[in-house]
């Protein structure tokens, strides 16, 4: 009875620590992997980097919320999100005062193509990309991109790489950060693809997205990011995803 009373006790202030963290709202735009990759199931760097957050300190509780991107940009004020996860502040947040933590990823959108395709096929246009997106081969326009006769449109960079699979386009636009997570969720389609580094449709960078109405401060954001890097915490989960970690 007396170790049933004890255990009570220790559930009540677990219970009772918990429920006096202060919730941070974390809006996610898009099932994207590595990024979000099974929403059900929880799958993927944010929730591996959010889980890692409540881990690392006791005041804040960080949760995701996923949103389609063009609603959060629309009502994410009504929506109370204080923090957005994976995201780019010249990507639409500037204007609604977000302001980025230190960068998450160093983010480059690279062509790739398979590294013994079929010479003699025909029907076959000469890019895939996603519909939508915003590119340098075509001035990060999405309403030009949607009108460029030559480009394959598809709704998901795992839609390109099935073009390029099957060799429907010469070579299709992919993110690094995709393509680490390819390398590790399927090493065998990995090996066959050619990924020119060299020469990137652009670069650009992730990072957490503070809004006004967030209770955490930035220096907060950064100081537990930095401690996570620190300790190790961070590299653990970029590894599962194939992602590096960069300099901070």
Do not use: C
Request: hydrophobic share 45%.
């Amino acid at each position: 009875m007396r170790y049933f009373a004890l255990s009570f006790l220790i559930f009540i202030a677990l219970l009772s620590t918990a429920s006096a963290r202060t919730q941070v709202n974390v809006g996610l735009t898009s099932v994207q992997p590595p990024f979000v990759v099974d929403v059900e199931a929880k799958k993927g760097v944010i929730f591996d980097l959010l889980k890692a957050l409540n881990d690392t300190q006791e005041t804040y509780e960080f949760l995701p919320l996923l949103y389609p991107a063009r609603r959060m940009l629309s009502d994410y004020k009504t929506l109370n999100i204080h923090v957005v996860a994976f995201n780019n502040v010249n990507w639409g947040w500037v204007q609604r005062g977000g302001i980025p933590s230190i960068n998450l990823t160093n983010g480059r959108d690279l062509f790739v193509s398979l590294a013994k395709s079929d010479p003699n096929k025909t029907d076959i246009t000469d890019i895939g990309a996603v519909r939508g997106f915003h590119y340098a081969f075509a001035d990060y326009d999405a309403d030009k991109l949607a009108r460029m006769q030559n480009v394959s449109l598809v709704e998901s960079e795992a839609d390109v790489l099935k073009l390029i699979k099957f060799n429907r386009v010469k070579k299709g636009v992919i993110s690094e950060a995709f393509l680490g997570w390819v390398s590790i969720s399927n090493p065998q389609l990995y090996k066959i693809l050619k990924i020119d580094r060299a020469n990137p449709d652009h670069t650009y960078h992730r990072q957490l997205i503070r809004l006004a109405s967030s209770p955490i401060s930035l220096e907060e954001i950064d100081l537990l990011l930095e401690k996570m890097k620190n300790n190790g915490a961070l590299q653990a989960v970029y590894d599962k995803y194939g992602l590096n970690v960069p300099d901070f």
